[in-house]
């Protein structure tokens, strides 16, 4: 069973940095684009941050741009989220999730989550 496993989550101070990680399964996952969502009790959930399978092409929610930055080793099945100059509005579970290349394909696997907490 193909799977996503986050990882980095913890508590930080506001204006400091965090590294989530996901790591897949497989080496499937090479191909496929992958994305950061979190979501806040009684919020929905909310896009964050995507990478392509090559890396050629990343996007941004607008909250976090010029403060998040995703990367991925295909080498190692991992992809990143590096969050810099957090602020306590960023305290989300976030979920990684990988959909198969293409423009209108669907999130076919979803990690279970790790807490980011942001103190003011």
């Known amino acids: 069973q193909a799977q996503l496993i986050e990882s980095g989550g913890g508590l930080v101070q506001a204006g400091g940095s965090l590294r989530l990680s996901c790591a897949a399964s497989?080496?499937?996952?090479?191909?496929?684009?992958i994305s950061w969502f979190r979501q806040v009790p009684g919020k929905e959930r909310e896009f964050v941050a995507s990478?392509?399978?090559?890396?050629?092409?990343?996007d941004y929610a607008e909250p976090v741009k010029g403060r998040f930055t995703i990367s991925r080793d295909n080498a190692k099945n991992t992809v990143y989220l590096q969050m810099n100059s957090l602020k306590p509005e960023d305290t989300a579970v976030y979920y990684c999730?990988?959909?198969?290349?293409?423009?209108?394909?669907?999130?076919?696997?979803w990690g279970q989550g790790t807490q980011v907490t942001v103190s003011s």
């Open positions: 497989q080496r499937t996952f090479s191909r496929y684009v």
């Open positions: 999730a990988a959909r198969p290349p293409g423009s209108d394909t669907d999130y076919l696997y």
């Open positions: 990478i392509t399978g090559s890396s050629a092409s990343t």
